[in-house]
Structure formats: C-alpha cells, structure tokens
T-cell receptor, first 119, second 113 residues
Framework: DTGVSQDPRHKITKRGQNVTFRCDPI?????LYWYRQTLGQGPEFLTY????????KSRLLSDRFSAERPKGSFSTLEIQRTEQGDSAMYLC?????????????????FGPGTRLTVT | GENVEQHPSTLSVQEGDSAVIKCTYS??????FPWYKQELGKRPQLIID?????GEKKDQRIAVTLNKTAKHFSLHITETQPEDSAVYFCAASRSGGSYIPTFGRGTSLIVHP
C-alpha cells in the first residue's frame, strides 16, 4: 500500500494519560498535515510540516499537543494529559511541492485516521 | 482567517436526480477550492478542484462552478447513483506557501435507489 498510513487506527485512553500517534506519508511527499475531525464537522487544521520543519500551527493546538517530523519522513502527534474534549478522529495528510509554480500539486492525500476516545 | 459555510447539511435525492451543494468563503485571497468525498468510516478523498482563474470545471458526472465576485462555489452531481452517497466537504485555501484548506462542515448526500 503506497498511500498515507496511520497508527494506531483506534485508541482508547483514560483522562490524564498521554497518547502518541504516528503518520507515514506517501514517500515522495515533502508536506505533512495534521487535522482533527469531530462528528458532523469538516477536518480542522492542527499543524503542518515541510520536510522536517514545522511551519505552521493552529491556535487549536494547545500546549498539551506536540508534533514532530524528525527526519522529514514519518510524523508523530503527542497529546499530553488527555481530556475528554480531545476525543476525535485525528487525520494526517501529505502532499508534494516542487517549489516551482507550475509544479505545485495542491492535492492532499489523507490517511485513514486515528480515532481517539478519552474516557 | 478564512470562514467556509456549506449548505445544505443533508441532501436526499432519488437515483438519477441531480444534486447541488453550495459553499461560500470569506477570504478574497483564497484561490484554490477542492471538494472531498468521505464515505462512512473512510478517509476524505479529493474528487474535483478548481482554481480561481477558472469559472467552471467538469469531470464526467461532477462539475464545480466558482463565482469569485460573490465568493461562492458549488458542486454539481448529475445522474446520481447510490454509490454517490457520502459526506462531501468543500474547502478554500490560498497559495503563498502552505495551501492549508479551511473546510466546510460537510453535506451528507443520500441517494435513494
């Protein structure tokens, strides 16, 4: 499977615990995005990487959330001291940018998501 | 920041009818408008997109129109089939680096056989 993969697919945790999710983008994609999706809503942007650099973070991303992409390939999203309000689907997406105007690919390819339930 | 409104939230049609989903956006600098289809329990997938230098784009049974002046864009699906049943999301983004889309809240399309 050459698409975006995410692990785990489901995570149930107790309030106050820390959780970490992993995203493996399509191999040649240099851009990686994290989103959160709750029932009845569209994906909400959390953060974005170009290669290993984290270039943008949403104000939705509280200080309990941290994301890394250490080698510019896979990424991890950690949530510390989880709260019930963190229950959601966490989606990762990747895209490619050549840096040239005519070479831009705008399409984002989404992973299957990690469904987090905080009890 | 950008704000995208999407209507209706639910759309029920008979097989073979047309379906139209409408979105408005607030940031006049937005210039890329993708539409995603998300089937139950699956990932969102791009079905069509349009850039601001184009007013309309078609791909078989689906088409998207864009009115930059009014800041609205629409998805049109003709000859609907039961497999078109899904949640459809519109989004708006602008070039200048990140192409981070702001999504609408989604439209649940139900096509009755």
């Amino acid at each position: 499977d050459t698409g975006v993969s995410q692990d785990p697919r489901h995570k149930i945790t107790k309030r106050g615990q820390n959780v970490t999710f992993r995203c493996d983008p399509i191999s040649e994609h240099n851009r990686l995005y994290w989103y959160r999706q709750t029932l009845g809503q569209g994906p909400e942007f959390l953060t974005y990487f170009q290669n290993e650099a984290q270039l943008e973070k949403s104000r939705l991303l509280s200080d309990r959330f941290s994301a890394e992409r250490p080698k510019g390939s896979f990424s991890t999203l950690e949530i510390q001291r989880t709260e019930q309000g963190d229950s959601a689907m966490y989606l990762c997406a990747s895209s490619v940018s050549t840096g040239k105007r005519e070479g831009h690919s705008y399409e984002q390819y989404f992973g299957p998501g990690t469904r987090l339930t905080v009890t | 920041g950008e704000n995208v409104e999407q209507h209706p939230s639910t759309l029920s049609v008979q097989e073979g009818d047309s379906a139209v989903i409408k979105c408005t956006y607030s940031d006049s600098a937005s210039n890329y408008f993708p539409w995603y289809k998300q089937e139950l329990g699956k990932r969102p997938q791009l079905i069509i997109d349009i850039r601001s230098n184009v007013g309309e784009k078609k791909d078989q049974r689906i088409a998207v129109t864009l009115n930059k002046t009014a800041k609205h864009f629409s998805l049109h699906i003709t000859e609907t089939q039961p497999e078109d049943s899904a949640v459809y999301f519109c989004a708006a983004s602008r070039s200048g680096g990140s192409y981070i889309p702001t999504f609408g809240r989604g439209t649940s399309l139900i096509v009755h056989p």
